[in-house]
């Protein structure tokens, strides 16, 4: 199945003719907040934030479930994408789509993580901080991490 997402850590989202398009949420500190693409700028390299949730195209991602996949903004050629040397503490970007790149390959767990597909990395809150603007990261997949907990909140 395919999805379309913004994250957040709370729900799920209508399925479309290319899948769902969703909001990913985290949701540690008690507020809903959505994985967002920093001003809602498509360019290489713009850095992927937390953010209050608010329905923008910068929230709204293609995912395809179980995967491997990538996790694509939606309507664009721009994917998640985590760098030529993935590892704890490297900041989230996006990136042009490029077909099976190990970096934009992403599955989503049983447990609700978003993980870098064999390489134990998961998107990661950092620091647990829900501040609107903050970067995030990837970081060694632990159980019970609830900074790498994250929920697709169907949208449309």
Known sequence: MQLL???AVLGFVAQGALGIITEITNNVSGTTKCLDVKG???ANGTPV???DCNASNAQDW???RPGPTSLRIWNSTYCLDAGST???GVGMKIWECFD???AQTWFYTDDNRIALYNQGLCLDLTD???TNGNQIQTWQCT???KNQEWIQVNLR
């Open 62 to 64: 293609v995912f395809a």
């Open 5 to 7: 997402l913004s994250v």
């Open 86 to 88: 993935p590892g704890n």
């Open 49 to 51: 934030q937390i953010y």
């Open 100 to 102: 099976n790149l190990p």
């Open 40 to 42: 809602g700028v498509l």
């Open 143 to 145: 159980d019970g991490n």
């Open 128 to 130: 647990g901080d829900s």
